[in-house]
């Protein structure tokens, strides 16, 4: 069987426990690989060849660091098919998506990062034409790159990649749930000629590697995606020593139907951002509010069109909706969905736990639901889900929506659907989000901001903010 190993000081090396891991793959429920069950002492190996090769990495030239993440990038491309199809199988995503939308990310953030670098600027202000201030930027030092199981390559790059481009040297922690990309990955850092000890990729549990990570005193800059309450917990170890901290955490995204919105158009993106990659992106529009007027009509058409979402192997090219990540989360979605009948929603589509016969016959699969009925209070339009299940709530002015809109803990994301564009921009105001998407969804530039308000995290990533995160800014006054 497939035994992943640790990326330590430019080697592919065993955890020193020698322990492992089952790796499953979600679509048939069988184990497929073993993955190192490391713990603190792997990840202090880690740190150690991570501050030798700060020594060189983070004084090394731009153009020396953007060749080699260009390569990396290449090998990326090179390695299209071999790492999607790993992707697919270690999550449960349909093949199709993890080749059109996580590997071609994955790759552009090592290109877009690489090349970032050569065009970065610092601010200067002279002062009253008898001081000049200048901002001085450093590598910040020894990263800590924690990653989530939903988008595995494309988020555990979108954190690496500006943290090796500003000049840090990297512990990094995909999850356990999906580590084979992160996996392969090492082993095209080694033919991309990255030097040892600058990325090093320690596989195991969260709180055994992720903690470990986090509570290493000399790892004093930490990345993070994942969920809320691991956030917390992180927030909680970090905050004593200072540490810098960027959050990226969950979402219940509103996503604001206007009467006057196109139509096709937004049901089509609708439909998309509801249910893409099972529902388990954090940018997922998980409550659609409808403008009353057109309540009705959106409910029938969406049901139709939902229920004709083919849910089946990742392999097929005809599957539009694959398997969720695992068993226990799959469980905690059903949970959901019954806790939503308690709280008297009625589920409109879908509802249940399917059965794909054949080689996916054990699989993690859930149909994609639709629920009406529930008050905005209520924990299923409160509390994060993240799988294929939405929630349908009619409103009657802006204010209602947005008010709405505003309702919970979270502040990721929203989209907003019309055609009159002063709304556009009053409603995107007064949204509490970080991203807000108009008559369009999951558009990402990499030069724009990244990231979340309220319990959606801290930090914002995106472009010459993710590269200046890594760095350790000074002013420096001199007399002129
Ligand atoms: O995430 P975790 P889980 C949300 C979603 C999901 C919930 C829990 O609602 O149902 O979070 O998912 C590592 N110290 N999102 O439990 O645990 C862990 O090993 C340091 C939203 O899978 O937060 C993994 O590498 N690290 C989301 C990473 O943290 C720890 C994506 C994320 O796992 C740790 C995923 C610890 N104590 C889930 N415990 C998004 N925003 O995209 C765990 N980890």
């Known amino acids: 069987m497939l035994k992943l190993k640790n990326y330590i000081n430019g080697e592919l090396v065993e955890p020193i426990s020698g322990q492992y891991l089952d790796n499953i793959e979600p679509a048939t429920?069988?184990?497929?690989?073993?993955?190192?069950?490391?713990?603190?002492?792997?990840?202090?190996?880690?740190?150690?060849?991570?501050?030798?090769?700060?020594?060189?990495?983070?004084v090394s030239s731009a153009q020396n660091r953007c060749q080699i993440l260009?390569?990396?990038?290449?090998?990326?491309?090179?390695?299209?098919?071999?790492?999607?199809?790993?992707?697919?199988?270690?999550?449960?995503?349909p093949l199709q998506l993890a080749t059109s939308v996580d590997i071609p990310r994955a790759r552009d953030n090592f290109s877009f990062f690489a090349t970032a670098i050569l065009h970065d600027h610092n601010e200067s202000h002279p002062t009253d034409n008898n001081y000049l201030n200048y901002t001085w930027r450093q590598p910040a030092g020894i990263a800590g790159c924690i990653s989530p199981w939903n988008l595995p390559l494309y988020l555990f790059s979108w954190k690496i990649a500006p943290a090796l481009a500003a000049g840090c040297t990297v512990v990094a922690k995909?999850?356990?749930?999906?580590?084979?990309?992160?996996?392969?990955?090492?082993?095209l850092c080694i033919?991309?000629?990255?030097?040892?000890?600058?990325?090093?990729i320690v596989h195991g549990t969260g709180p055994r590697v992720g903690g470990a990570i986090t509570a290493h005193p000399k790892i004093n800059v930490i990345s993070f995606t994942g969920g809320t309450k691991t956030g917390q917990e992180i927030a909680r170890t970090a905050a004593p020593m200072f540490k810098k901290l960027s959050l990226e955490l969950?979402?219940?995204?509103?996503?604001?139907?206007?009467?006057?919105?196109?139509?096709?158009?937004?049901?089509?993106?609708?439909?998309?951002?509801?249910?893409?990659?099972?529902?388990?992106?954090?940018?997922?529009?998980?409550?659609?509010?409808?403008?009353?007027?057109?309540?009705?009509?959106?409910?029938?058409?969406?049901?139709?069109?939902?229920?004709?979402?083919?849910?089946?192997?990742?392999?097929?090219e005809?599957?539009?909706?694959?398997?969720?990540?695992s068993e226990a989360h799959t469980l905690k979605v059903l949970s959901y969905i019954e806790l939503a009948k308690q709280e008297g929603g009625d589920v409109l589509t879908g509802g249940n736990r399917m059965t794909i016969p054949g080689r996916c016959e054990a699989g993690y699969f859930i149909q994609p639901t639709?629920?009406?009925?529930?008050?905005?209070?209520?924990?299923?339009?409160?509390?994060?889900?993240?799988?294929?299940?939405?929630?349908?709530?009619?409103?009657?002015?802006?204010?209602?929506?947005?008010?709405?809109?505003?309702?919970?803990?979270?502040?990721l994301a929203a989209t907003i659907w019309t055609n009159n564009l002063q709304q556009a921009h009053r409603v995107s105001h007064s949204i509490h989000s970080g991203i807000i998407w108009?008559?369009?969804?999951?558009?990402?530039?990499?030069?724009?901001?990244?990231?979340?308000?309220?319990?959606?995290?801290?930090?914002?990533?995106?472009?010459?903010?993710?590269l200046h995160f890594f760095t350790e800014p000074k002013n420096i006054c001199i007399k002129l």
Not at 29 to 56: H, M, R
Not at 70 to 93: P, T, V
Not at 298 to 310: A, D, G, H, N, P
Not at 318 to 325: E, F, Q, Y
């Open 29 to 58: 429920g069988q184990v497929y690989s073993l993955i190192p069950d490391s713990d603190n002492q792997d990840v202090e190996q880690a740190y150690l060849a991570a501050n030798e090769a700060f020594k060189t990495w983070s």
């Open 70 to 93: 260009l390569k990396i990038s290449q090998l990326i491309e090179r390695n299209m098919h071999e790492l999607a199809a790993a992707e697919s199988q270690d999550n449960g995503k």
């Open 174 to 187: 995909p999850s356990e749930v999906t580590p084979y990309t992160a996996y392969l990955l090492s082993e």
């Open 191 to 200: 033919e991309a000629g990255l030097p040892a000890g600058v990325l090093n």
């Open 250 to 316: 969950g979402g219940k995204n509103p996503n604001i139907i206007f009467a006057d919105c196109d139509w096709d158009s937004m049901m089509k993106t609708t439909l998309h951002s509801s249910f893409a990659n099972q529902g388990q992106i954090c940018l997922c529009g998980s409550r659609i509010l409808i403008e009353r007027s057109i309540y009705e009509k959106f409910k029938v058409e969406f049901i139709q069109r939902v229920s004709q979402l083919t849910v089946g192997d990742p392999n097929e």
């Open 318 to 325: 005809t599957t539009k909706i694959g398997a969720l990540s």
């Open 370 to 411: 639709v629920i009406e009925g529930l008050d905005q209070n209520c924990r299923v339009n409160q509390e994060e889900i993240f799988g294929p299940v939405v929630t349908l709530q009619a409103f009657d002015n802006e204010d209602d929506a947005i008010q709405n809109a505003n309702s919970t803990e979270y502040g």
């Open 438 to 466: 108009v008559n369009c969804w999951l558009i990402r530039d990499l030069r724009t901001l990244f990231g979340g308000m309220k319990q959606s995290g801290v930090g914002r990533e995106g472009g010459y903010e993710a």
